[in-house]
């Protein structure tokens, strides 16, 4: 098992250009979420799936961010036409439903600087 | 909308001392988890321990312990003997709609002084 898996590390891009991130969770973990944190802040959650549906989308996800899981595995995430206010550290989380206790486990993030 | 306080931006303590982290919540569930998460600088969120509602008990792993409060609504986070290595930031976290996501505090962020 080698946990949560974020790439890439750091994006550092100019503003108006489109990043994508990705994240492998767990193996046998079918719900992944993502979480957006800014420094000094706690995880503020945009998304999640169970297995390929996307069950549910924060207010904060506007319409330049996009997240996909095809066929449950691995996920994406695209923020297009970026923003100074999109830097940020982009949190990738996986559970196994079933589990009753809710717990998530984390990748290392993806950090974004727009300039 | 369920939210999730921890009033103590930052703390620090010396070596060996005894800290604790406040944390209080919100949440309609019925049965649910509580959870304390560390994120130390430049590392990824790790699980420190975690409090199932329906247990009485106050959960304990190795040096860390909860104090839970339920009619309350408050889950403190005690560090006895505290390391150089418990630097990091700390998250309380609750759940929402059948725990089905997470929400966290805004974080404490907690240094051990040598």
């Known amino acids: 098992d080698t946990g949560v898996s974020q790439n890439p590390r750091h994006k550092i891009t100019k503003r108006g250009q489109n990043v994508t991130f990705r994240c492998d969770p767990i193996s046998e973990h079918n719900r992944l979420y993502w979480y957006r944190q800014t420094l000094g802040q706690g995880p503020e959650f945009l998304t999640y799936f169970q297995n390929e549906a996307q069950l549910e989308k924060s207010r904060l996800l506007s319409d330049r961010f996009s997240a996909e899981r095809p066929k449950g595995s691995f996920s994406t995430l695209e923020i297009q036409r970026t923003e100074q206010g999109d830097s940020a550290m982009y949190l990738c989380?996986?559970?196994?439903?079933?589990?009753?206790?809710?717990?998530?486990?984390f990748g290392e993030g993806s950090r974004l600087t727009v300039l | 909308a369920q939210t999730v306080t921890q009033s103590q931006p930052e703390m620090s303590v010396q070596e060996a001392e005894t800290v604790t982290l406040s944390c209080t919540y919100d949440t309609s569930e019925s049965n649910y988890y509580l959870f304390w998460y560390k994120q130390p600088p430049s590392r990824q969120m790790i699980l420190v321990i975690r409090q199932e509602a329906y247990k009485q008990q106050n959960a304990t792993e190795n040096r860390f312990s909860v104090n839970f409060q339920k009619a309350a609504k408050s889950f403190s986070l005690k560090i006895s003997d505290s390391q150089l290595g418990d630097t990091a930031m700390y998250f309380c976290a609750s759940p929402i709609r059948g725990a089905q996501k997470l929400v966290f505090g805004q974080g404490t962020r907690l240094t051990i002084n040598p």
């Open positions: 989380a996986s559970s196994l439903l079933g589990t009753h206790t809710g717990e998530l486990f």
